[in-house]
Nanobody
Framework: QVQLVESGGGLMQPGGSLRLSCTAS????????VGWFRQAPGKEREGVAC????????YYADSVKGRFTISRDNAKNTVYLQVSSLKPEDTAVYYC??????????????????????WGKGTLVTVSS
């Protein structure tokens, strides 16, 4: 079992930046792909970024390229999502999720279309002046 805990959300100013953290316990994330998803009020959940924890390969939704950066710290078993130039439309609950990916190539695991094995409870990000 993997437990995921997100942190770093809150009320943010438009144009500002933030860093969300997703810390895992229970198992090391070495053979997992970890993704960040978000769900805005009244909208479906969408994937925004994911990373192969072992090799650091990344994938982004087109809508966030250039503003979102996903990274990981292997020693801390943590994945980060850096968001810059915050917009009101970034307001959402941000979730991290993990899926076991041992034996897969990046082209196979860097996607938002496959079910994730574990989910965190989310952290709310509100962007408003």
């Amino acid at each position: 079992q993997v437990q995921l805990v997100e942190s770093g959300g809150g009320l943010m100013q438009p144009g500002g930046s933030l860093r969300l953290s997703c810390t895992a316990s229970g198992r090391p994330l070495d053979y997992y792909v970890v993704g960040w998803f978000r769900q805005a009020p009244g909208k479906e959940r969408e994937g925004v970024a994911c990373i192969g924890f072992n090799d650091g390969t990344t994938y982004y939704a087109d809508s966030v390229k250039g503003r979102f950066t996903i990274s990981r710290d292997n020693a801390k078993n943590t994945v980060y999502l850096q968001v810059s130039s915050l917009k009101p439309e970034d307001t959402a609950v941000y979730y991290c999720a993990a899926r076991y990916n041992l034996g897969e190539y990046p082209a196979q695991f860097l996607t938002f279309d496959r079910p994730m094995d574990y989910w965190g409870k989310g952290t709310l990000v509100t962007v408003s002046s």
